[in-house]
């Protein structure tokens, strides 16, 4: 998560998932994609209109789902599908916990024993 567009590379990851609702992430996240990348948009734009930047097409990228479509389940499966051999995105998450560790994380980050920004649970 950036809070500033040129704070984000450009042309450095091959997924994406747009769940802000606001158009300027979704520029963002265009910008932010490789050649062919995959953007899996979670958010049915009810905050502000979605548009295709000339990256969009130029970089030839995909768009799969809305939450109008598949459920978030169906939405999260596609996506570490995806990503599962994918060193780059796989390297974001700072901890992997699997579901029944979820409760303990917690925990430990309430206390302060581990301060991880990205966690992913593996079901």
């Known amino acids: 998560m950036f809070n500033y567009g040129s704070a984000c590379p450009i042309n450095h990851y091959d997924y994406g998932l747009e769940c802000s609702g606001h158009n300027d992430a979704f520029n963002i996240l265009q910008k932010s994609l490789t050649k062919e990348g995959s953007i899996c948009i979670l958010s049915d734009g009810n905050k502000e209109r979605f548009e295709l930047q000339p990256e969009f ?6 768009i799969v789902g809305s939450s109008d479509g598949w459920d978030y389940k169906k939405h999260s499966e596609w996506f570490i599908n995806e990503v599962r051999n994918d060193t780059k995105l796989n390297k974001i998450f700072e901890k992997k916990i699997k579901k029944e560790e979820l409760i303990s994380c917690f925990e430990d980050i309430a206390e302060g024993k581990i301060n991880p920004l990205k966690v992913l649970v593996e079901y």
């Open 57 to 62: 097409y130029e970089k030839e990228l995909k």
